[in-house]
């Protein structure tokens, strides 16, 4: 099978999938539950998910393994089970994917090195466990993501590296500062996110949560003065959450938010879908978008145009 990158060199532009974690709690998920258990107790629901977004058009689905490293699992006491509930989450996928991609997802530890929660070699050894077996169970790529901070990424893109052939994905989580700038929690920009994991062997980079696509499209923007050709993943919200009766909600339509896939797609993202408050009707008018796109640009081809007019 071709790899996501040579994929990305045939077809300009890849779809991915929608949210899982507010999907997982649609379903019944509670609060104090954890989700990566669910691989193994509830199985037709989380691979109902991925099949979901591949039924809505999507080119490639994640895993139910956002929170699986054994520090996010240690808090429910299944840090045991950590290759258990990661190759499991890789299984479903791929059943539902078929010969679309599936990206392993391995999100924040929760731990900082700065406050001596953790040291470099149990981050790299722990997020091993985690990559290897996703990786077992099918991934084709590995997709660290939602970081903020750099030596925790760069540690997860080491053990990924160590333990699986997979073809890595880095993205973190910008917010916008009160002077206009973008920068992740622990202060981080998209330029020196950029270079860094790049250097550290990622072949993808890009940004996930915590913005719209509206946003997104300056944070594209900002990667690609640093690297005009690696592919640039984007995994935006249903635009900004809004409280509204004690609920966050995620205000935009899945046509508001696919209207700004021509301005994400021009500013240089090459792998388009969505995180929080997204849902198959999001990636279905997605997925027609970038067909629209397509036309475009077949349209605009002048040595088709001649072939027409022959
Ligand atoms: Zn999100």
């Known amino acids: 099978m071709k790899s996501l990158t040579e994929a990305l060199k045939e077809k300009h532009v890849l779809l991915s999938d929608g949210a899982w974690g507010t999907y997982l709690q649609a379903m019944g998920l509670d609060t104090g539950?954890?989700?990566?258990?669910?691989?193994?107790?509830?199985?037709?629901?989380?691979?109902?998910?991925?099949q979901s977004y591949i039924d809505a058009g999507s080119d490639m689905v994640l895993t139910n393994s956002f929170g699986g490293s054994p520090f996010k699992l240690k808090y429910y006491g299944l840090s045991g089970k950590t290759s258990e509930l990661n190759e499991a989450a890789a299984?479903?996928?791929?059943?539902?994917?078929?010969?679309?991609?599936?990206?392993?997802?391995?999100?924040?530890?929760?731990?900082?090195?700065?406050?001596?929660?953790i040291t470099v070699e149990e981050w790299v050894h722990g997020f091993g466990e985690q990559a290897e077996a996703l990786a077992r169970g099918g991934a084709d790529a590995i997709c660290i993501e939602t970081m903020s901070a750099l030596d925790e990424a760069l540690c997860a893109i080491e053990a990924a590296r160590e333990r699986t052939s997979c073809e890595?994905?880095?993205?973190?989580?910008?917010?916008?500062?009160?002077?206009?700038?973008?920068?992740?929690?622990?202060?981080?920009?998209?330029?020196?996110?950029?270079?860094?994991?790049?250097?550290?062997?990622?072949?993808?980079?890009?940004?996930?949560?915590?913005?719209?696509?509206?946003?997104?499209?300056?944070?594209?923007?900002?990667?690609?003065?640093?690297?005009?050709?690696?592919?640039?993943?984007?995994?935006?919200?249903?635009?900004?959450?809004?409280?509204?009766?004690?609920?966050?909600?995620?205000?935009?339509?899945?046509?508001?938010?696919?209207?700004?896939?021509?301005?994400?797609?021009?500013?240089?993202?090459?792998?388009?879908?969505?995180?929080?408050?997204?849902?198959p009707d999001h990636i279905r008018a997605m997925a027609a978008a970038i067909r629209a796109l397509g036309l475009q640009a077949v349209r605009n081809r002048p040595s088709e145009r001649d072939t027409e007019n022959r």
């Open 33 to 50: 539950e954890c989700p990566e258990y669910w691989n193994i107790l509830h199985p037709d629901e989380v691979r109902s998910i991925a």
């Open 91 to 117: 299984r479903l996928s791929r059943e539902a994917a078929g010969d679309r991609f599936v990206l392993g997802s391995m999100g924040p530890s929760g731990k900082m090195l700065l406050m001596g929660d």
């Open 168 to 279: 890595i994905i880095c993205t973190f989580t910008f917010g916008k500062t009160a002077q206009g700038d973008y920068r992740s929690m622990m202060g981080v920009s998209p330029v020196n996110m950029a270079e860094a994991v790049l250097k550290a062997g990622a072949h993808i980079i890009g940004a996930n949560c915590g913005n719209g696509m509206e946003q997104m499209v300056d944070i594209v923007r900002e990667f690609r003065e640093v690297t005009p050709d690696v592919p640039i993943l984007v995994h935006a919200n249903a635009g900004l959450p809004r409280q509204q009766d004690g609920q966050t909600v995620f205000p935009e339509t899945p046509e508001q938010t696919a209207r700004w896939i021509p301005a994400i797609v021009e500013a240089g993202a090459s792998i388009v879908g969505g995180c929080c408050g997204t849902t």
